[in-house]
């Protein structure tokens, strides 16, 4: 009687701790979750998770957003928010007298900096006479005269842009110097988000600041997180998908941003020289590791030949291009298509 009895204890137990290790596993097994925003940079932004809880994913998600809050705030060059002195104050107030801001502005603009050094120029934080005269024709769909576009030309030099050395003050030495951060703005505040969810042990993420996409970690089955590249020109894409482990993918295309005036389109990447949307290829995607320079080097790109681009690239080991030109054809650096991946 005993010995059945003992017996039957220990068949239970084992019933009872198979039936936990399941029930932890199942739990354990991380799910996908994801949430796109609409407010943040006049563009979309989603980030997509494997997390084993939605508590864990709400956590996520709350840090991201309050990211592409802050720095929506600080880069907004249109509207002013209570106690914030962003990117319009110093548009407005900077020539008058050296402004206080906050250390995060600081480090974006020295950023802008090192990227026009790093372009030759071709992305100039500091052109926003310039294409503020594009944003406003692409409102009224009625274009700038080439009279103002030289003028305001006369005003982008980026050594105009003082900043104090700690980085805590910021002044304009041309009266009409004007910022505009849309060259880089995604791509650094994606950067910042990745930063901050990995600090945080997210272990598997997707993030798309509008195209600007960064990924960590592998999907639960191992395999890498994926992005396409839109074709225009074919309705299609690059036939395969990009593999992005660790990697930024950022693309600047003249298709989606444009307006029309006599049957001629007119995008938003304007050529520091000609002051004029360089109509030279469709798109440039850059894959790097670092999303913030990705997007400095996708506009930069954009405004040059594929020979001037390759130039630019060749002592970046770890940075590849694709061209994609009107006809459809495209170009690459040598390793881009290493990162390719095609179903068969
Ligand atoms: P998107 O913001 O659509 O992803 P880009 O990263 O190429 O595309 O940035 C384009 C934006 O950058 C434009 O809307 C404009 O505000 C700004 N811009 C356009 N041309 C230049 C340039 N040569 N240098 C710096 N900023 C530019
Ligand atoms: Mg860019």
Redesign the pocket.
Known sequence: MKKSYTRYSIAFLLLLSMLLSCLTSCARKPKKFETTWFDY?D?FSQLTVYAERQEEFDEYAATCQSILKEYHQLLDIYYEYDGVVNLKTLNDLADKEPLAIDEKLGEFLLFGKEMHQLTGG????A?GSV?SL??HARETEILPEKEALLEANEHTNIDDLKLSEDGNFVLFSDDQLKI????????FVAEKIATELKANGCQSFLLNL???TVAHGTKPDGTSWLAGIENPTDGKGLEGSVELSEYAL????SY??YFTVDGTKYH?????KTLYPENYCLSVSVLCPDSAVA??L???L??MTVEDGMELLKHREDTEALWLFPDGSIQTTDGFMNHVKTEN
């Open positions: 940079f563009s071709a992305t100039n934080i052109m294409l594009w944003h505009d951060a849309g060259a880089l703005g995604k791509g509008g195209g600007n950022v693309t600047s295309g989606q941003r938003h990447i304007i050529h520091p997007d400095a996708s506009t930069a954009f405004t």
